[in-house]
């Protein structure tokens, strides 16, 4: 049984006292939640701040991103290892908001989540469509070229410590989300691919998470699709009122 994961992107928002507020919000009400696996990734100035109000709790903390070097002349870039430092349990890697603005390539997530591998931080590889590759039944080609080139080297047993998430970028901050059988067809392809490059074993326990404008009205739905494993929730994770509620229509009992 995949437990559900729900991790909250805060994306570049929240100074550190605000950070401090939205953790201390979230921890109030989920504290002794444990029908759900939860992660926060403030951006990197708050990450020892809100790992000082999450310590010792179930709420695990994330980055947003990382360089794949340990260390060197690499000016303004932060490495795995840093991370780990920090508190941090999981780092998202290949986000769309890093392919499209930062010019991130398949090769540099593929360093990226090999990196985080051999520290212990839980890498959650984001793949996905554009509006334009799904108008053009390009789907599943840019989801199979961004999986093959993503975790090109890794073994079987390496997929269990790794997260997928599968986010249209059409539906990144757009209001719009995948219907529930738009995300589960996507899912399920992931989920067999991986059974074809690693093992049955393997796609049966990795997670696979969706994410693109996710709310408390419409977890529910998507987490009754049996290869949808949880969500990583961007705008909405700004709230602890609606991240919470998120987290908790998320179980499906």
Known sequence: ?????????????????????????????????????VVICPPFTNLSAVYEVIM???????????????????????????????????????????????????????KKVKSAQEVGLTPIMCVGETQQERQAD???????????????????????????????????????????SQAEEVHKFIRSWIEDKFSNPAAANIRILYGGSVKPENIRELMQQPDIDGALVGGASLKSSSFVNIVKNAVIE
């Open 1 to 37: 049984m995949r437990a559900p994961l729900i991790a909250g992107n805060w994306k570049m928002y929240k100074i550190i006292n605000e950070a401090v507020q939205l953790a201390n919000g979230i921890k109030r009400e989920l504290l002794d939640f444990m029908k759900a696996e």
């Open 56 to 110: 010792e709790t179930n709420i695990k903390l994330g980055a947003q991103d990382l360089f794949w070097e340990k260390e060197g002349a690499f000016t303004g870039a932060i490495s795995a290892i840093m991370l780990k430092d920090c508190g941090c349990e999981y780092g998202i890697i290949g986000h769309s908001e890093r392919r499209k603005y930062f010019g991130e390539s398949d090769e540099a997530v593929n």
């Open 138 to 180: 390009k789907t599943i080609e840019v989801v199979t070229r961004q999986l093959t080139a993503g975790l090109e080297g890794l073994e079987s047993e390496d997929t269990a410590n790794l997260v997928i998430a599968y986010e249209p970028v059409w539906a990144i901050g757009t209001g719009i989300t995948a219907s529930p």
